[in-house]
């Protein structure tokens, strides 16, 4: 793409896919290795975002989506996680779930706080990130109902 292409609409859907995996993978490595969201997002932009390792291309993603998930998701961490205990059977906390599945639940609550995104767009989307990480599992099925849940808290109007 040329600086004076600008990405189509299908494109664009793409890039902000990217950047939803790449907020949740930024959440998680945030959360396992103690980086601040500086550092962590820096690392992200130079070295992920369209880079190619072991031959693979990495997707180029929607900077500002990205940036933004990473930002509100540090802002709202308390709220976010109260929604997601709320959605959570009482026997499992956010802190006892997979760092990975916290991390998902960081980024999507992000989007549904703080963007005009429909929220069964962000289910989908995170149901998909979901299902990128455990291809063969039921965490998709469990992501799609505590999305469900945190939407209906977090935007009611949409339903």
Known sequence: MTATTAPSGNMK?????????????????MEHSNQSVDAVRTEFLDHRFGATYEGEEMAEGDIS?????????????????????????AKWPIDRIDPTLRALFRAAGAE????????????????????????????????????????????????
């Open 13 to 29: 859907r793409k890039m902000k896919s990217a950047s939803r995996l790449y907020a949740v993978q930024a959440l998680f490595q």
């Open 65 to 89: 989506l990205f940036a933004k998930l990473l930002e509100q998701a540090v802002s709202w961490q308390a709220r976010i996680d109260q929604m997601t205990d709320r959605a959570l059977v």
């Open 112 to 159: 549904l706080i703080e963007t005009d995104t429909p929220p069964r767009v962000v289910i989908t989307e995170f149901v998909d990130v979901a299902r990128a990480f455990y291809p063969e599992g039921r965490e998709p099925k469990f992501v799609n109902a505590v999305l469900d849940h945190m939407a209906r808290e977090a935007k009611p109007e949409a339903f």
